[in-house]
Nanobody, 122 residues
């Protein structure tokens, strides 16, 4: 079992930055691929970033590539999402997730946090 708790969301102006954190419980954190997803009102949950168990591989969709950076600290059981050059269309609830495979598919992530709201004003 892995429990995930996100933090760091908030209100920011367009062009600004935020850093999200996701703290995980359990001693097996380093075995999991970690991902970030987001969901805006009325839209499906969308993949944002993934990082392999040792941090050696990362993956982003084109919508955030070059602006967002995922990282992890296995000693602290924490994964981060640094978001720069934020746009109003980045507004959503952001979720972290843990799973066994390096993938962008929500179905392959077994554990989810409760989400943190990010709002970008224009």
């Amino acid at each position: 079992q892995v429990q995930l708790v996100e933090s760091g969301g908030g209100l920011v102006q367009a062009g600004g930055s935020l850093r999200l954190s996701c703290a995980a419980s359990g001693r097996t954190f380093s075995r999991y691929v970690m991902g970030w997803f987001r969901q805006a009102p009325g839209k499906e949950r969308e993949f944002v970033a993934a990082i392999s168990w040792n941090g050696g591989n990362t993956y982003y969709p084109d919508s955030v590539k070059g602006r967002f950076t995922i990282s992890r600290d296995n000693a602290k059981n924490t994964v981060y999402l640094q978001m720069n050059s934020l746009k109003p269309e980045d507004t959503a609830v952001y979720y972290c997730a843990a799973g066994p495979a390096f993938t962008f598919t929500t179905a392959n992530y077994n554990y989810w946090g409760q989400g943190t709201q990010v709002t970008v004003s224009s």
